[in-house]
């Protein structure tokens, strides 16, 4: 029998790394890229079902795309108890970005300390190859420093994008079969 599994999907970082970009690319299919920055004020909610490979479920990923100006912190961290899995994201050509995603991910989980949430660690704008400051090595160690996947994307070229999504879709998707089978296991 198809299951559905809802999965809230924080996205966290900087303002202008492109964090709605990323939500809205993958939103679309790849169908739209916003052509003007508009920054997000609060909290913008999308949701797209991913299907699991090998099964007959899926996962509803409520997206919350949360501002990343330090004005609205209060305000989006209502929006941000109890979330499913997280998506950090930084721009490849800036290294305050990069630097603040310690900032971000504690945020992020100081809502629910008790709790290994699983995330990912997405460097945007990968296109803007030559003012690149930020070497994949750099992510990749902070990534794994903080129990985290590491991936690389370019919202505006549309360029592995999905990737991250379908990773922490998967990653939700074991945690619930894990629990199913726990139970299982005690009856």
Known sequence: MPTTLRCKCVIVGDATV????????????????????????????????VNIPETTDSVEMYIYDSAGK?????????????PSVVIVVFDCTS?????????????IRSQCPDIQIPGAL???????????????KAGKELAQSNKLEYFECSAKEMQNVDTPFFYLANEFHKL??????LFDSLT
């Open 18 to 49: 492109g964090k709605s970009s990323i939500a809205q690319v993958f939103h679309s299919d790849g169908s739209h890229f916003p052509k003007n920055y508009t920054m997000t004020q609060g909290v913008e909610v999308l949701v797209k079902p």
């Open 70 to 82: 330090e004005i609205f912190s209060d305000l989006v961290r209502r929006f941000w108890d109890h």
């Open 95 to 107: 290294e305050t970005s990069f630097s603040s995603c310690k900032k971000w991910l504690e945020r």
């Open 122 to 136: 997405l460097a945007n704008k990968i296109d803007l190859d030559q003012r690149r400051v930020i070497s994949p």
């Open 176 to 181: 619930y079969q894990e629990r199913v089978e």
